[in-house]
């Protein structure tokens, strides 16, 4: 079975029309959830696009690969979905956004060229590159930057960066580039025809990787770097929607009361504040459902094309995102907190077997992560996934209908100490923690130095009264807490060995002939007779 893996940057759980939002068109990715098991509990491991994207690539929480910031690399040897799936003679590619970063020094001190296939499936989290597209991508890696650049030049997008200047800005009635940096900007039309534009470049890419894939299965990653900002979309979906189209926002005048001292950070950041204004949410939120309509029409144009290839019946296909938008909601904008606006995403999976008949077109409620899907690729590629990396769980008995649930609880980190919000705190570095656990009720968040947040998602599904200070809810407090730590102490690191393995070590020292703390031979003998027996 080949897979079809597509992520989205920065979409919520809530907007699309198969998730209950009343007038987005999503049309296709809703076909997906019709043929497939859509999983309404869905949970990133770090609401920011890099460590979100390293636990979803690795199978492994950001506590156990260490990449817990944009720009920060898996370090070498961290295995990755490729090498998992390559073993069992399955190719891993890409096409579009993995926000990676390469360990160029732990390279250096290995002696791994970086530049060798080794080297740059170390730097594409274990990827082997068909095409890679960050967008603008950094400076100081040229070697990374995406051909789409010299693409629209070659289409006459004529700039030093047109990346920026049409398909990311823009223009007034005098010709002037309007940035789409600047969030009143949000309104205009891209300077870019529709078929020029990131996300359906990057559909032609991936169609055409299908059309000279062969025989050998392969697992396409195809990652669109939108609806991420810059808000600004290609015509007609830059006014496909208006202002009667917003939802509206999640926020009550109480959360600005006496706010968790770590809400209140991230309130007073810019783009809190920002979102906090009701024109900004009336520019930017229709440009940001209009460039979702835009990803489903070409995931509906790369769908039929598997079909018009005859792959369909044998390509399993599952739909995500790497985290979500507060676009406003409890006064934040962005991401970064663990509110669901942010931290829950949507996951779709079309199993085309027979093992799925019974659940296709069903909604499931069991707690899932994104690091189920490594696993959840290694079982339907025919492999054993490995227990001692992966933290991940198989979603295929949830997709078969085999099981109800999978684990109790989900768990998910931020490390804010690169953010200004460190400095407003007053934290050292090594503080700027976050984590939450999430049991289907109560949702808690652990930051160190302060007191809990805690919400009750089943008298608040909107998560607008924190009840972490209440007397009443200080036994639930310090339940979760407990739990949290458990998670803490867990192995997150001992990769080198399985469960089996380390049982089939048990005696060995006796087996070896070394005998420790016995008194005379005939305990010697009978060490090694039981040794010897395996007992």
Request: with cysteine; charged share 25%.
């Amino acid at each position: 079975m080949n897979i079809l893996f597509l992520m989205v940057d920065q979409l919520r759980f809530d907007y699309l029309c198969c998730t209950g939002h009343p007038s987005i068109k999503t049309p296709n990715i809703d076909a997906l959830a019709n043929r497939g098991v859509r999983f309404d509990r869905a949970y990133v491991q770090s609401p920011l696009c890099g460590p979100s994207r390293m636990s979803t690539y690795t199978g492994r929480y950001c506590r156990s690969h260490g990449a817990t910031w944009n720009g920060t690399p898996l370090r070498v040897g961290e295995m990755t979905l490729g090498d998992h799936l390559r073993p069992l003679g399955m190719d891993a590619v890409l096409c579009g956004k993995t926000h990676a970063a390469p360990d160029i020094r732990g390279m250096e001190r290995l002696g791994i060229d970086p530049n060798g296939t080794i080297g740059r499936r170390i730097a594409e989290c274990g990827f082997d590159v068909w095409e890679r597209m960050d967008g603008e991508f950094p400076a100081g890696l040229p070697d990374l930057r995406s051909p789409y650049q010299d693409y629209l030049r070659a289409k006459g997008y004529d700039s030093d960066n047109p990346w920026h200047d049409f398909a990311n800005s823009g223009e007034d009635a005098d010709g002037n580039i309007l940035s789409g940096w600047q969030l009143q900007n949000a309104t205009k039309p891209a300077r870019i025809a529709k078929e020029d534009s990131e996300t359906a470049w990057l559909t032609t890419r991936a169609m055409e990787f299908l059309d000279q894939a062969g025989d050998r299965p392969w697992c396409l990653h195809v990652s669109y770097i939108k609806p991420h900002w810059p808000y600004v979309a290609p015509a007609p979906y830059h006014n496909m929607y208006g202002i009667g189209d917003i939802k509206p926002v999640v926020r009550s005048k109480g959360e600005l009361v006496d706010p968790h001292p770590v809400l209140a950070a991230f309130q007073d950041k810019r783009v809190g504040k920002a979102f906090s204004r009701t024109e900004v949410r009336e520019a930017v939120i229709p440009a940001y459902m209009g460039l979702i309509t835009e990803i489903d029409d070409q995931i509906g144009r790369l769908v039929a094309h598997l079909h018009v290839l005859g792959q369909q019946d044998d390509t399993l296909i599952v739909f995500t995102s790497d985290h979500g938008d507060y676009l406003g909601d409890h006064w934040l904008g962005e991401k970064e907190l663990f509110h669901d606006a942010s931290v829950r995403v949507p996951l779709i999976v079309v199993d085309p077997g027979a093992e799925a008949d019974e659940t296709r077109g069903k909604v499931c409620d069991a707690l899932v992560e994104a690091i189920d899907l490594v696993p959840t690729f290694v079982d339907y590629a025919g492999g054993e996934p490995r227990g001692e990396i992966l933290e991940g769980h198989s979603l295929r008995p949830l997709v078969s209908g085999e099981v109800a649930g999978i684990r109790n609880h989900v768990t998910s980190e931020y490390d804010y100490s690169f953010k200004s919000a460190r400095r407003r705190l007053n934290q050292h570095i090594s503080d700027c923690r976050l984590a939450m656990i999430f049991d289907g009720r109560f949702k808690l968040i652990h930051a160190e130095g302060f007191r809990p947040m805690l919400f009750d998602l089943q008298t608040d599904p909107d998560e607008l009264s924190d009840l972490g200070d209440s007397a009443d809810h200080a036994e639930t407090c310090d339940c979760l807490m407990a739990r949290l730590n458990a998670w803490f102490r867990q192995h997150h690191n001992r990769t080198m060995h399985s469960d089996a393995e380390v049982l089939a070590r048990e005696n060995g020292d006796l087996r070896r002939g070394i005998f420790l703390g016995f008194w005379d031979q005939d305990d010697m003998d009978e060490a090694a007779r039981l040794g010897r027996t395996g007992n």
